[in-house]
């Protein structure tokens, strides 16, 4: 079967690389191939991160990928609270980047349903993290 529903919070004791080879089954990063394999958890519209303390950097990784075109990511909604994003220098990059993308296709008329590409990503839960502040 399928998940579309994934949680894991409060889970302190997972190590970055760990947390990276999971955001790899979430989806690929970097360039596409022809004709790839979809990441095991690809089909995955829901996912809940909260209290994992993953900082900015980690935080930013996973929507990163979401909003990467050839990752093969479909989430819907991403909850990322309680994960000491802190100042979100990397969070703000990575959508500040998006909106350029989306706003650029935009203004040069790519018609974003049919020709151009838009994030499945509707929610993005980014409370209990002290934004702008700390680190």
């Not at 894991?8 to 089954?25: A, K």
């Not at 990928?65 to 979100?88: P, T």
Request: include cysteine.
């Amino acid at each position: 079967g399928k998940f579309t529903c994934l949680g894991i919070r409060n889970s302190l004791q997972i190590s970055r690389d760990l947390w990276i080879t999971f955001f790899h089954m979430l989806g690929k990063s970097g360039p596409a191939k022809r004709n790839p394999a979809p990441a095991p958890l690809s089909g995955l519209k829901i996912l809940d991160l909260s209290g994992n303390k993953l900082g900015d950097e980690a935080s930013a990784m996973v929507l990163e990928l979401v909003h990467d075109k050839d990752s093969g990511c479909s989430l819907e909604q991403l909850d990322l609270s309680g994960n000491r994003i802190g100042r979100g220098t990397n969070i703000i990059r990575v959508l500040r980047a998006y909106t350029e993308y989306y706003r650029y296709n935009q203004t040069v008329g790519v018609k974003m349903m049919r020709k151009g590409w838009k994030s499945s990503l509707h929610s993005l839960i980014l409370a209990e993290n002290d934004l702008f502040l700390g680190q």
